[in-house]
């Protein structure tokens, strides 16, 4: 018994060589084969995680372009009531409240101008529903369809539409007054 207990010990004190290797009778094929698996997950994971940082510089900028085009939409009402100053100003003498009104009108176009903020230019145009917002129609020398009048500027941010452009548009050429009755063609009875 004691011999038995002896080999036991003996046994469990050796260390497992080679173990995740294959076994001498594994042939060249198994190794290449195993190689070649791993070598295709090693691959797969790599496209994987590419894509993964493709899509998230993706989101990211995504996240930022929202960001930066809430930030301008906020800033629309200002940037237009400095506007409706600017106008008032031009009636004014020349003197500091005009230039000062002037000094920071310009910042702002200059500043949303570099950020690429565009105002919409729209009279004469056709309407365009994905663009603008129709308030009211209007008889006009104009064709049918075709902006006659803006009531709130629209604005694009970096080829997006940022706020529509709310217009009137045309219903068509204006109509006659009075529509002259035909003459009857007289008849010599």
Do not use: C, W
Not at 24 to 30: F, K, L, P
Not at 131 to 154: L, Y
């Amino acid at each position: 018994m004691d011999e038995d207990k002896a080999a036991k010990e003996g046994a469990a004190e050796k260390p497992v060589e080679n173990a995740g290797q294959p076994e001498a009778g594994d042939s060249q094929e198994a190794h290449s084969s195993k190689l070649s698996a791993v070598s295709d997950q090693m691959l797969r994971l790599q496209a994987e995680f590419d894509n993964f940082k493709k899509r998230t510089a993706k989101e990211k900028e995504a996240l930022s372009h929202s960001a930066e085009a809430k930030f301008m939409l906020r800033m629309l009402p200002v940037y237009e009531e400095i506007s409706l100053a600017e106008k008032e100003a031009g009636r004014l003498p020349e003197g500091e409240v005009k230039k000062g009104i002037m000094l920071v009108l310009g910042k702002f176009r200059e500043s949303f101008q570099k950020e690429g903020l565009q105002e919409m230019r729209l009279v004469g145009e056709k309407f365009d529903p994905f663009r603008h917002e129709t308030a009211m129609r209007e008889e006009s020398d104009k064709p049918e369809g075709t902006i006659v009048r803006v009531i709130q500027k629209g604005y694009v941010f970096r080829g997006s539409v940022l706020r529509h452009a709310m217009v009137s548009v045309s219903s068509g050429k204006k109509q006659q007054e009075a529509q002259k009755p035909e003459a009857k063609p007289e008849t010599g009875e």
